[in-house]
């Protein structure tokens, strides 16, 4: 086998580790290494040297007598008792794999280091392969259209060929170490949220990855492939809704409804939108999951179809009402104390105003009543349509519109806060940031 520059450096690592093992021995075997001695008589019933050059192993198979091409270990003060030993590599290298990594046992190689030593030759052994099927990436300044580009007959060939050579690679592993080991989820030009379908698989438990990761990859080339057809309007949306629904029926015959929630909630663009949205919350898992029911609701009812925000037309009445229902189940389900911490996390105010506290020790009584009266004076200056959040279409509005004058609401903001932190909020709040590199010269 022609191995990588990795494995010859896991060889080395291999190699220094049976050095400090045979040092080790070498002073607590002295004293059984006289004539006669039942480790003397070990030693030679086995075949093996005797203790003077002990090895790690005593297969005689892995040892051989000194030549210029071997490599060798010291080991020990320099006296009569010192020995070299001698460690032929090409008597433990072998093109079979399995035969391999119990030659790499024999020596005395811990199984993590043996894993990670015959995983790394099994990589370069395809690598090649993989090389020549991977699609080459646009140029830095492609256009859109020519960097997610489109997938004729062949191009699908490609893809299918791939996913082959690296389920045969992960196959591979398993038969020679008996472990799963994860392989990246087929890719195709199309955006797809690639990474959060490979977290969420590598969570789910071990004997329901393969099939769960089968069922994805199927989805996504079957979502391309409609792509390419091309389809549009109403008979695209149609054609990803019964996609979804049959890798949807696949999923819920592999996984637990628990399982499946979870697995909807972590690849979901409605679910991974709503976690980036309260990550200063820090829900329980509890608490998430309710949530991200509550808003996949709101994402249906709002004219979504799984993945796509608002595929299907329907009026601004619905969406607004779909909107308000959302926030007060959300206030039902979590109580008004985290539903202001919700609040706070889903909107810019909030969190800005978070980090002022956190910077001047604010209680969360003025924290909480410093939010609700910028809202309102944000209401005031933009309307409801500036608290509108993206995404999940989250509205966490004021708590009540109000009739008080912006001068007297801003005075009681004032009050609140304190001169110091007001001063540092009106200055955060007004300051515009830019990150041209113009202004960095």
Not at 59 to 68: D, I, R, T, V, Y
Request: hydrophobic share 35%; net charge negative; proline share 6%.
């Amino acid at each position: 086998m022609n191995g990588s520059r990795l494995i010859f450096c896991l060889s080395l690592s291999a190699v220094a580790l049976l050095a400090a093992n045979w040092q080790v021995r070498l002073r607590g075997h002295r004293a059984a290494s006289a004539p006669g001695s039942a480790a003397e008589d070990r030693s030679m019933a086995s075949g093996a040297p005797p203790s003077g050059h002990t090895a790690s192993t005593s297969n005689p198979a892995l040892l051989s007598s000194s030549s210029s091409g071997e490599r060798r270990i010291q080991g020990g003060v320099a006296s009569q008792a010192q020995r070299r030993f001698s460690f032929d590599w090409s008597a433990v290298e072998t093109t079979d794999y399995r035969r391999y990594a119990d030659n790499l046992r024999a020596i005395g190689l811990p199984e993590e280091l043996v894993r990670s030593i015959v995983i790394a030759d099994i990589e370069e052994h395809y690598a090649a392969a993989r090389k020549g099927l991977q699609r080459q990436p646009a140029i830095h300044d492609a256009s859109w259209t020519e960097r997610e580009g489109t997938y004729q007959t062949n191009e699908w060939e490609r893809v299918a060929q791939m996913r082959e050579l690296q389920i045969e690679q992960q196959e591979a592993i398993k038969d020679v170490l008996g472990i799963y080991v994860e392989r990246p989820i087929v890719r195709t030009p199309r955006s797809q949220n690639y990474e959060a379908y490979e977290y969420a698989i590598s969570q789910l438990p071990e004997d329901k990855r393969l099939a769960v990761q089968a069922i994805v990859e199927e989805e996504i080339i079957r979502d391309g492939k409609n792509h390419d057809r091309p389809l549009s309007g109403g008979d695209a949306v149609e054609a990803y809704r019964v996609s979804a629904a049959q890798r949807d029926a696949a999923l819920k015959q592999v996984l637990t409804p628990e399982e499946f929630e979870f697995y909807e909630r972590s690849t979901t663009p409605c679910g991974t939108e709503l976690a980036r949205q309260i990550l200063g919350m820090e829900p329980t898992d509890q608490e998430f999951a309710t949530m991200f029911r509550l808003g996949y609701k709101c994402w249906q009812d709002s004219g979504g179809v799984y993945g796509w925000w608002r595929a299907l037309p329907v009026p601004p009445e619905q969406i607004d009402a779909a909107q308000e229902q959302l926030q007060r189940d959300l206030e039902t389900a979590l109580g008004p104390e985290r539903y202001l911490d919700y609040q706070m996390a889903a909107s810019d105010t909030g969190q800005q105003l978070k980090s002022l506290a956190a910077r001047y020790d604010l209680p969360r009584d003025a924290l909480t009543r410093a939010f609700d009266l910028q809202r309102q004076i944000d209401w005031l200056d933009k309307g409801p349509a500036s608290l509108r959040q993206v995404g999940n279409g989250l509205i966490p509005p004021p708590t009540s519109p109000t009739e008080q004058p912006r001068e007297a609401l801003e005075q009681q903001l004032q009050q609140v806060l304190g001169a110091t932190a007001w001063q540092a909020w009106q200055e955060g709040r007004n300051r515009q940031l830019s990150f041209d590199p113009v202004n960095f010269r």
